[in-house]
């Protein structure tokens, strides 16, 4: 089977955070030190994915070439893909078909940023897994604003539903989709729901009704965030900076990702510390440059 291949769909128009993004993505909204991309482009690389699609509004997608380049710097491949208008999350299988060309994939939204000592692990684990369909489940205070997952004994998923009005559980459906090849056929076949979009759900419960979706629980030792909101942002880049200060270390670095992996050398993480001399995050790079 092919190499899983990754999708950040970063595309929308971000209508709950203006006026802050009437002329800027969100997913380049900053969360405290680093431009939202990153914290999701790092989950792809931690899953040992090195080749990308970044799915973005056209009028976008210049400046995503801007801030991330071709993706050498970190020894990725970064593609850019416009979707014309956004139509819902299933529809990402759809205008990356040709991109995906029947290899399996993992999509990840652009606005979620996932924090976790076993999460690295986890990750390379199911990109590893031969299971057709996988997603994550994480306990909720509102699960009426997510996709909720019902989960029976033995962990089978019994059902999927979108934004329920009475969930039958408090376990939100995250925004990392690990799919088989049949991803983008699947998507073909569905149907607009009532607010006229592809619904992920949908996708997902087509492998729900061939007893083919796997759910993994995300526990207490991982943080996941959906900065879609204002004071979501918020609370991530202070999450972020509390991390960061207390420890040290950097939360969705793709450079570090990159180094200790050694998909990058010495001679092209000095170039990203001489990048970012004048701040915290080319210092942090200069001691892992050391270490």
Sequence with gaps: MPD???IILAGGSGTRLYPVTMAISKSLLPIYNKPMIYYPLSVLMLSGVRDIAIITVPQDQHLFERVLGDGSQWGIKLTYIAQPSPDGLA???IVAEDYLAGS??????GDNLYFGHSLPDLLKSINASATAATVFGYQVADPQRYGVVEVGSGGVVKSIIEKPAQPVSNLAVTGIYYLDETASERAKQLKPSERGELEITSLLQSYLDEGRLAVEMLGRGIAWFDTGTHTSLLDAG???R???TRQGLQIGSPDEIAFDSGWIDEETISKRVKLFENN???RYLERLRRR
Excluded at 104 to 109: G, K, N, Q, R, T
């Design 4 to 6: 899983r291949k990754g």
């Design 91 to 93: 529809q990402a299988y």
């Design 104 to 109: 399996p994939s993992v999509m990840i939204l």
């Design 238 to 240: 202070n999450f972020v």
């Design 242 to 244: 509390t991390v960061e």
């Design 280 to 282: 915290e995050y080319g």
